[in-house]
């Protein structure tokens, strides 16, 4: 299982990093609890539309996956650069790299719930700079 789950979040990250938003069935059910929000599937598709708009060579990798069950704990890596206003920061054409810790929880093979914290803080100091 544990295995399955770290091949199935590399898929994930895969289908992100290409912009392959069509595929996102294969990864979430019909609805999903974001961080206590309950999204519809088409939700996060429009979500991941937006940042890749903001951010067009936004990439994510994981770092130090944890798995436990049916849980997935990842520290994701995230760089690009902003091109227009992105989570609530203008871009100032610098390239930003900082990290989010986030928690899954997997039903029948695709993401029942995320939990995710962005470390905002590091993103405004290379944004504010």
């Known amino acids: ?22 595929r996102i069935g294969e990864f979430f059910h019909d609805t999903i609890d974001f961080n206590g929000t309950s999204l519809t599937r088409d939700d996060m598709a429009a979500w991941m539309r937006g940042n890749i708009a903001a951010v067009p060579d936004l990439w994510l990798t994981a770092d130090e996956p944890i798995v436990e069950g049916s849980r997935l704990a990842v520290r994701i890596i995230i760089s690009g650069t902003p091109q227009q206003e992105w989570l609530g920061l203008a871009p100032n054409g610098a390239t930003v790299t900082f990290s989010e810790t986030a928690f899954y929880e997997v039903e029948e093979g695709r993401f029942r719930s995320i939990r995710n914290l962005m470390d905002m803080d590091s993103l405004r100091a290379q944004l504010l700079a």
């Open 1 to 22: 299982m544990h295995q399955e789950l770290r091949d199935f979040y590399r898929l994930y990250l895969e289908m992100v990093n290409s912009h392959e938003f069509a």
